[in-house]
Nanobody, 125 residues
């Protein structure tokens, strides 16, 4: 059964780093762009970063630009989000989602075929 599992979340102090993983099973991510979302308590879910299916196109929301880096390893069927210089405003549940793409592109919003269950990231001040 196709599924996506996020991992790597946890508790970190402000200024620290975490690397999130988005691992797919039961299907290949080769033809999917992947977007990372986050949802903080009381706020709407927001797309923060995406990567095209070959990894040549990447986008970032302004709130994470310069601090977060998205990458993928198709051989491992996994997408990563390296998060650095974290601050308490980054506290949220982080989700990844996969969208079939015909072109080498990605967007921070779309129609996603697969979603993960989320991983909690908590940044203490």
């Amino acid at each position: 059964q196709p599924q996506i599992v996020e991992s790597g979340g946890g508790l970190v102090q402000a200024g620290g780093s975490l690397r999130l993983s988005c691992a797919a099973s039961g299907f290949t991510l080769d033809y999917y762009s992947v977007t990372w979302f986050r949802q903080a308590p009381g706020k709407e879910r927001e797309g923060i970063s995406c990567i095209s299916f070959r990894g040549t196109s990447k986008n970032y929301d302004d709130s994470v630009k310069g601090r977060f880096t998205i990458s993928r390893d198709n051989a491992k069927n996994t997408v990563y989000l390296q998060m650095s210089n974290l601050n308490p405003e980054d506290t949220a549940v982080y989700y990844c989602a996969a969208e079939v793409e015909l072109y080498e592109a990605c967007a921070l919003a779309g129609v996603y075929e697969h979603w993960g269950q989320g991983t909690q990231v908590t940044v203490s001040s």
